[in-house]
């Protein structure tokens, strides 16, 4: 009695039929297969084999569509369309690197750091002597941040004075609102009055857009400093100064009313 | 007469030069520290007629966001 395959299902004989029946056993799995294979008949040089439907063994043969040449040697190289659908290799970036678009293509770049703060005057300079000047500041910050550390004089009541590339005139200072201001200052005020015989304070100057020639120059100063009198209490200074120079920020000098620098480290930052 | 320093660091070339003040620096910080101290009492005697007026204030019971709230 004749059975089947388990997969195709083709007719075949089982072990205990007749010899006699096996003739017709094997026409029958001949057939079965000839019409299974049905589709693998025929093509032309070139074409490939496709299915046709979801149905086994339900082929056709067709063109062979145009295959894309890989244009990758390294690894981590990646492809785009160049000039259309033309295959591309980008090779891999560096470490650190981002994947950009530069005149309508991909590429990768080194992302532009922002909101850094890079110190410029190496370790800080110390506050002594009669002045102190940072000088050939570079233009290549968006904003400058001085930061005063317990600046102290020697002489008591004092204050911390700041002059901008080397202008003796031309400064205002202000809190608050106010109109019609002459620059009739030598100065910007970077502290409050300071205690000689000991230093608690920090004075933060931030000097925007420093580089820029064509608006005169701020500083933003924001200070606190131990009393000059009770050395346990505090003062304070908010004040904004105005330099009428539009010449870009290339020096900054320190110094004392009265007397001298007597302490506290200066550090300039550079900031992006 | 005591000496005075003055001390420049170079941003370009990471150097720092203590040296003293010639005649023409000591004339300049002289006149510096003159136009400051003017600044200075100025800044000061700001601040003790500020004192004195909100001491005035005081003893009349008001304060300075009592003249704002007046708009004054």
């Known amino acids: ?272 | 007469m005591t000496k005075l320093f003055k001390t420049i660091y170079n941003c370009e070339t990471d150097e720092t030069i203590v040296r003293e003040l010639n005649d023409q620096e000591l004339a300049e910080h002289e006149s510096l520290q003159l136009a400051a101290a003017q600044r200075k009492a100025e800044i000061e005697a700001k601040a003790t007629a500020q004192m004195a007026a909100q001491a005035k204030l005081a003893a009349l019971g008001l304060t300075a966001d009592d003249l704002k709230a007046l708009g004054l």
């Open chain 1, 1 to 272: 009695m004749a059975t089947t395959t388990p997969n195709f299902g083709w007719p075949v004989p089982t072990s205990s039929d007749l010899v006699k029946n096996g003739a017709t056993a094997i026409e029958a799995l001949g057939d079965g297969i000839d019409a299974s294979l049905l589709d693998l008949k025929g093509g032309t040089s070139g074409q490939v084999l496709k299915k046709n439907s979801n149905t086994d063994m339900d082929f056709v043969w067709g063109a062979d569509s145009a295959g894309m040449t890989n244009p990758m040697t390294t690894t981590g190289d990646t492809i785009y369309s160049s000039s259309g659908s033309t295959p591309a290799r980008l090779g891999i970036g560096t470490t650190g690197q981002v994947l950009t678009v530069a005149s309508g293509l991909p590429s990768w770049a080194t992302p532009a750091s922002g909101g850094g703060m890079t110190l410029i005057n190496t370790g800080g300079t110390a506050l002594s002597g009669s002045s102190v000047t940072i000088s050939s500041i570079p233009s290549t910050y968006q904003n400058l941040q001085l930061v005063l550390v317990n600046p102290q004089p020697t002489t008591n009541t004092e204050y911390v004075l700041c002059q901008i590339n080397g202008a003796t005139s031309g400064y205002g200072q202000y809190d608050g609102i106010v109109s019609n201001q002459s620059f009739g200052g030598s100065f910007v005020l970077l502290t409050g009055s300071l205690n000689s015989s000991t230093a608690q304070g920090l004075s933060i100057t931030n000097f925007y857009n420093y580089a820029n020639t064509t608006t005169w120059k701020m500083a933003e100063v924001n200070a606190f400093n131990n009393d000059n009198t009770t050395s346990t209490n505090f003062g304070s200074l908010v004040r904004t100064g105005v330099f009428n120079s539009t010449s870009a920020i290339s020096s900054l000098k320190f110094y004392c009313g009265a007397g001298n620098l007597g302490g506290g480290t200066a550090y300039l930052y550079g900031v992006k």
